[in-house]
T-cell receptor, first 115, second 115 residues
Framework: AQSVTQLGSHVSVSEGALVLLRCNYS??????LFWYVQYPNQGLQLLLK??????LVKGINGFEAEFKKSETSFHLTKPSAHMSDAAEYFC?????????????FGGGTRVLVKP | EPEVTQTPSHQVTQMGQEVILRCVPI?????FYWYRQILGQKVEFLVS????????KSEIFDDQFSVERPDGSNFTLKIRSTKLEDSAMYFC?????????????FGSGTQLSVL
């Protein structure tokens, strides 16, 4: 069985500061890892994904995440927060990259950006 | 970017009543999914659907639930006799043919409240 843990249900950052959202996973097979973002009144949007290859993955809106197998982590970062980054972020794991089928989600982290 | 459309955005029903949640996936997509998120809990996989049949379902998806693709554009989730614990945000998702674009597109959700 797969599981995802996101540390911190809420994170508050100042505009221009580093955004760091933590995600740890467990999986019995090589994982495929995803970060989704949900803006208010919108659906989940894919930010980035890790399947194989390069462990540092770049996504949309300046976000990136690094897959660390030894730490079973896939933390999401952005060097400089923007007000538009205020949203809820979900880490997810799947064992089927082609489908993204049966995603197992973390509990989400809501990001507040202070001016 | 193409969108998955869900209606209604909010649905209130009495316990024991039947509800149908509607989704219009992206037009050239062939794989369809329902997920749900109970307030304060994780987003959970319910069911996946391909070629007019369920390809996978979770333990949550019991006999009270059913899915249907009644025509070429809609994908519905029916709950036959709603319970209080069915109150949640329900997300529809779709993706294109395997091997092409594996990105999963989510709708903005239907908030179901069972009273």
């Amino acid at each position: 069985a797969q599981s995802v843990t996101q540390l911190g249900s809420h994170v508050s950052v100042s505009e221009g500061a580093l955004v760091l959202l933590r995600c740890n996973y467990s999986s019995s097979v090589p994982p495929y890892l995803f970060w989704y973002v949900q803006y208010p009144n919108q659906g989940l949007q894919l930010l980035l994904k890790y399947t194989t290859g390069a462990t540092l993955v770049k996504g949309i809106n300046g976000f990136e995440a690094e897959f660390k197998k030894s730490e079973t982590s896939f933390h999401l970062t952005k060097p400089s927060a923007h007000m538009s980054d205020a949203a809820e972020y979900f880490c997810a794991v799947s064992d089927n990259e082609a489908a993204g089928n049966k995603l197992t989600f973390g509990g989400g982290t809501r990001v507040l950006v202070k001016p | 970017e193409p969108e998955v459309t869900q209606t209604p955005s909010h649905q209130v029903t009495q316990m024991g009543q039947e509800v149908i949640l509607r989704c219009v996936p992206i037009s050239n997509h062939l794989y369809f999914y329902w997920y749900r998120q109970i307030l304060g809990q994780k987003v959970e996989f319910l069911v996946s659907f391909y070629n007019n049949e369920i390809s996978e379902k979770s333990e949550i998806f019991d006999d009270q639930f059913s899915v249907e693709r009644p025509d070429g554009s809609n994908f519905t989730l029916k709950i036959r006799s709603t319970k209080l614990e069915d109150s949640a945000m329900y997300f529809c998702a779709s993706r294109a043919v395997r091997g092409n674009n594996e990105k999963l597109f989510f709708g903005s959700g239907t908030q179901l409240s069972v009273l």
